[in-house]
């Protein structure tokens, strides 16, 4: 439940707000007789990388405050207009299973040239620790004022990445679009119209989530962990959007990775602009 006020008609608002997150975790499969390996899950309860508190999940409740900023000239398919958001998540100790707090600082841009036929859009968001634990199951999340999104891969992020591909304690996250109005038309007295766009997005770790791999055994060490430098994550590709009224759009993206670690590519359907 998030409340945003406006601060004396001006172009800022005050935001407010209170999450509850409830997790449960558990492996994908409980081995049997024939097969006994254990999961990736079991492993790294076994080698100490999971810790005991936070094995079965746990409640979340996170308290929010920051500012807004929006300048848009329409909440659908924006083609001008500057949307900021620099906020604050705390989540006591008293109100769930683990305490930390983080800052989110959020800037998009969207700018049209040619008549609103060609417009370029870009999202670059910081989300720093900055107190506490984070448990591993909380790490996969994006912050943003809308939704609580998955982490970093997927449809929300990294496009072509697999989705939650990377987790860290901070992070920063950009998107760039361009995106080509090519066909409008009216049908049933409705307003449709097409666009085309090609987008690129990179991710980068500044916070790692430290793990203690000393009772991690040398055989999976290689296996399961790539303890090299950190580097920026790329993706890539095409996307058409198709808007109705104004305020309906389905989009469908189709993104490639520059590095096979990260994903396979994905085409991803869905019915709102990333940011």
Not at 83 to 104: D, N
Not at 173 to 201: G, P
Not at 243 to 262: H, R
Request: aromatic letters at 16%.
């Amino acid at each position: 439940m998030d409340v945003q006020h406006r601060i004396y008609q001006s172009n800022w608002r005050l935001l407010t707000g209170y999450t509850f997150n409830h997790f449960r975790a558990q492996p994908n499969s409980t081995p049997d007789e024939n097969s006994p390996a254990s999961s990736l899950f079991e492993n790294y309860k076994e080698w100490g990388l999971i810790r005991k508190e936070e094995m079965e999940g746990g409640n979340i409740s996170l308290l929010t405050v920051g500012l807004v900023y929006d300048t848009r000239n329409q909440s659908c398919y924006c083609t001008d207009g500057v949307w900021f958001e620099g906020l604050v998540y705390y989540a006591p100790q008293w109100l769930g299973s683990q305490s930390f707090s983080k800052l989110v600082l959020t800037y998009r841009q969207h700018k049209s040239i040619i008549n609103e036929q060609l417009t370029f859009s870009f999202r670059i968001s910081s989300q720093q620790k900055l107190t506490g634990q984070i448990p591993f199951y909380m790490l996969p999340t994006i912050f943003d004022s809308r939704l609580k999104q998955d982490g970093i891969g997927g449809a929300s992020s990294l496009r072509g990445a697999f989705r939650n591909r990377l987790a860290a304690d901070g992070f920063v996250i950009s998107s760039f679009e361009t995106k080509l109005k090519f066909w409008q038309f009216n049908l049933f007295k409705q307003d449709f119209f097409f666009s085309a766009a090609l987008f690129y997005d990179n991710a980068y770790i500044t916070q790692i989530y430290q793990l203690d791999l000393s009772q991690v055994p040398d055989k999976d060490l290689s296996i399961h962990f790539n303890q090299g430098k950190q580097r920026v994550h790329h993706s890539w590709g095409p996307g058409l959007y198709i808007v109705f009224n104004k305020n309906n759009i389905i989009t469908v993206n189709y993104g490639f990775v520059t590095n096979k670690q990260d994903g396979r590519g994905g085409l991803y359907i869905g019915s709102s602009l990333l940011f």
